[in-house]
C-alpha cells in the first residue's frame, strides 16, 4: 500500500524567505511522486512530478523538488515566497498497483505568506 | 483546448435526495478518476474509468454510490439518498493514458447535505 505524510499542516513564512514544505510517502512500487497547489475554491494545479528521471524537479512558479529514496522524501521549496504563493499544498503519490495509478494524497499543508 | 469541465459547481440538497455530479474530460482523454475532499482531509481515491468500463471503484462507498462514463457524454457520479457525511468537495480528474503521465483537475462540486 502507499501512503504519505505531509509534516505541518500549517507554515507560516516571511514574504522573501525560504519555503520548505515536508512530503514523506511509503510505496512498495517504484513511485511517481506528485507536488499539487489548490487556491480556495479551487481544483488542484500541478507544481511539478517526479516520474524516475532526474530526482531534482523543477516546476512551475519557482518550485522544485529532491527525490531522495534513501530518505523516501520529496520535499517542496523555493528560495523566496511571494504572496500569491498562499495556498494549500498536496503532496502525491502513485504507482502502478493491478493496472490501476491513482494518486494517494497527504493531507496538504497550509502556506501563508506574510509581508 | 477547455480544461475540465465539473458542474455544477455548488450543489445543495437535502436529505433523502440524490446528487448527480458531472465530469467532462478534457479533449482526448479517455481516463477519469473522482476524488473526494472532507474537510482539513487530502482528496481520497473514489473511482476509476475509462470509457465503457469501470477500472478501480476499490474508493467507493459500497452503497448509494455509483459512476458511469458512457460512450458519449460526461463522466458521472451518483449519490443517491445522501446524509449530512456526503457533504464534501468533489473532484474529477482527466489524463489520456495514465495517470502517472499528466492529470488535470476540474475545479470541483461542493456538495452540501442540509
Known amino acids: 500500500a502507499q501512503s504519505v505524510t505531509q509534516l505541518g499542516s500549517h507554515v507560516s513564512v516571511s514574504e522573501g524567505a525560504l519555503v520548505l514544505l515536508r512530503c514523506n510517502y511509503s510505496?512498495?512500487?517504484?513511485?511517481?511522486l506528485f507536488w499539487y497547489v489548490q487556491y480556495p475554491n479551487q481544483g488542484l494545479q500541478l507544481l511539478l512530478k517526479y516520474t524516475s528521471a532526474a530526482t531534482l524537479v523543477k516546476g512551475i512558479n519557482g518550485f522544485e523538488a529532491e527525490f531522495k529514496k534513501s530518505e523516501t522524501s520529496f520535499h517542496l521549496t523555493k528560495p523566496s515566497a511571494h504572496m500569491r504563493d498562499a495556498a494549500e499544498y498536496f503532496c502525491?503519490?502513485?504507482?502502478?498497483?493491478?493496472?490501476?495509478?491513482?494518486?494517494?494524497f497527504g493531507k496538504g499543508t497550509k502556506l501563508t505568506v506574510n509581508p | 483546448n477547455a480544461g475540465v469541465m465539473q458542474n455544477p459547481r455548488h450543489l445543495v440538497r437535502r436529505r433523502g435526495q440524490e446528487a448527480r455530479l458531472r465530469c467532462s474530460p478534457m479533449?482526448?482523454?479517455?481516463?477519469v478518476y473522482w476524488y473526494r475532499q472532507l474537510p482539513e482531509e487530502g482528496l481520497k481515491f473514489m473511482v476509476y474509468?475509462?470509457?465503457?468500463?469501470?477500472?478501480?471503484e476499490s474508493g467507493m462507498p459500497k452503497e448509494r454510490f455509483s459512476a458511469e462514463f458512457p460512450k458519449e457524454g460526461p463522466s458521472i457520479l451518483r449519490i443517491q439518498q445522501v446524509v449530512r457525511g456526503d457533504s464534501a468537495a468533489y473532484f474529477c480528474?482527466?489524463?489520456?493514458?495514465?495517470?502517472?503521465?499528466?492529470?488535470?483537475f476540474g475545479q470541483g462540486t461542493r456538495l452540501t447535505v442540509v
Open positions: 502525491a503519490v502513485s504507482g502502478s498497483q493491478g493496472g490501476s495509478e491513482k494518486l494517494v
Open positions: 480528474a482527466s489524463s489520456p493514458r495514465t495517470m502517472n503521465t499528466e492529470a488535470f
Open positions: 479533449k482526448g482523454h479517455s481516463h
Open positions: 474509468l475509462q470509457k465503457e468500463n469501470i477500472i478501480d
Open positions: 510505496s512498495s512500487v517504484p513511485p511517481y
